[in-house]
């Protein structure tokens, strides 16, 4: 290419030139077809300034630098695209297990009359620990070495998990399935507020008026319930207030948990791990204070191999749960994480009045429709 070239070789061009293509390379991850557009621009360069008689025209370098631009625009396309990919898939993943965690607590509380939640929730997370321990030493998973510094850090997101969990369990003992999903409404609520206040995250005017809806909606609800149950609904409001809590406090402590761990890394395995394996101790002290060990040395349903089974299955829900939740929080916000689980209310409700029979009036189901609405209109009102 360059002995039919006449060249003009300068100071400036080798000082300045080679200086800009060394910078363009330095500071971009090129593809093959960038390569080979840089390899031909560093050609040029080779050579030195090219007279007007040679290809290399200023309009043609115009054209190289437009090419980097295009390939760099792409790569932020795909790279939204697979984003978006990954947050349906994590959110739908999560919505799943949410729903059949709720199912399956609800069978072990009311169906087979366990009055031992905190209990309960020991032998669910004692599952979610176990397996992940297993699959750890197996070489399946990768688990963070855990250390006391990493501990300290993670424990204030743990207290808020575990009563959030024992508050959840409550709760589902006292009131049927679907008040308690048109309640689980007021943690959006919390949420948004949470957000706004912590992160001066701000909210449009559609968002707020959904929110409004939702409250409406709540307190209807609750005036048509006909299984209407005071400590029941207590239990749920500590619940909302605590899931909004855990999920607003869990994204600045998974930042500040990377701190302190020798990779500078924690994947969602080793957060599930550091969850369920802290709620341990503090769950059997709870369980000697709150005197629920005699009552189930002492239960009948404890010897029955069907109610192992369900609590086995809630275990290793709760298991993907802890993973899915994780998961979605680190491809989106806490608000969309909450909004995720209003969308859910819509099967679960279903299939709360049908499989346990809930006595309805015609106000009470009006109200949980409008719920169900409140939840559809949040959702539209967020992705706008």
């Known amino acids: 290419m360059s002995s039919d ?77 697979t984003k978006k990919k990954s947050a349906l898939i994590s959110g739908t993943a999560y919505c799943i297990s949410s729903c059949s965690m709720i199912m399956l607590n609800k069978i072990v509380l009311s169906s087979y009359d366990f009055n031992a939640g905190i209990s309960l929730m020991f032998y669910q997370n004692f599952i979610s620990t176990l397996v992940v321990v297993l699959l750890a030493l197996c070489g399946r998973i990768s688990v963070e070495k855990l250390n006391w510094k990493l501990v300290r850090v993670w424990l204030p997101v743990n207290v808020i998990f575990i009563a959030m969990l024992v508050s959840g369990m409550y709760s589902l003992k006292y009131i049927n399935i679907a008040m308690v999903t048109i309640l689980k409404n007021v943690t959006n609520i919390l949420t948004a507020v949470g957000e706004l206040y912590l992160f001066r995250k701000r909210q449009s005017s559609k968002v707020w008026t959904a929110m409004f809806v939702m409250i409406i909606s709540a307190v209807s609800g609750g005036f048509t319930d006909l299984s209407f149950d005071a400590v029941g609904y207590a239990w749920q409001i500590m619940n909302c207030v605590l899931t909004a809590s855990y999920s607003l406090t869990l994204r600045w402590v998974m930042d500040e948990a990377k701190k302190s761990t020798k990779s500078g890394s924690l994947n969602e395995v080793s957060m599930v791990l550091l969850n369920n394996l802290l709620s341990l101790p503090f769950a059997i002290i709870m369980i000697f204070l709150f005197g629920e060990w005699d009552y189930v040395i002492h239960a009948d349903v404890v010897k029955l191999p069907a109610f192992w089974v369900v609590a086995t299955a809630s275990g290793l829900i709760g298991l993907s749960i802890s993973f899915t939740s994780m998961w979605f929080l680190h491809q989106t916000s806490p608000t969309t994480y909450s909004l995720v689980g209003s969308l859910n209310k819509i099967p679960i409700s279903i299939a709360g009045i049908l499989v346990f029979k809930v006595p309805l009036s015609v106000s009470n189901l009006f109200s949980i429709l409008f719920g169900l609405f409140a939840g559809i209109l949040f959702a539209r009102a967020k992705m706008s």
Do not use: C, M, W
């Open 5 to 81: 070239f006449k060249l003009d070789i300068t100071t400036q061009n080798d000082s300045e030139e080679p200086l800009l293509s060394n910078t363009i390379a330095s500071n971009l991850s090129l593809d093959g077809k960038s390569k080979s557009v840089l390899t031909t621009f560093n050609g040029i360069h080779e050579h030195g300034k090219l007279s007007p008689t040679n290809y290399a025209t200023n309009a043609e370098r115009r054209a190289l630098y437009d090419s980097f631009h295009v390939d760099e625009e792409e790569r932020h396309r795909l790279h939204g695209s």
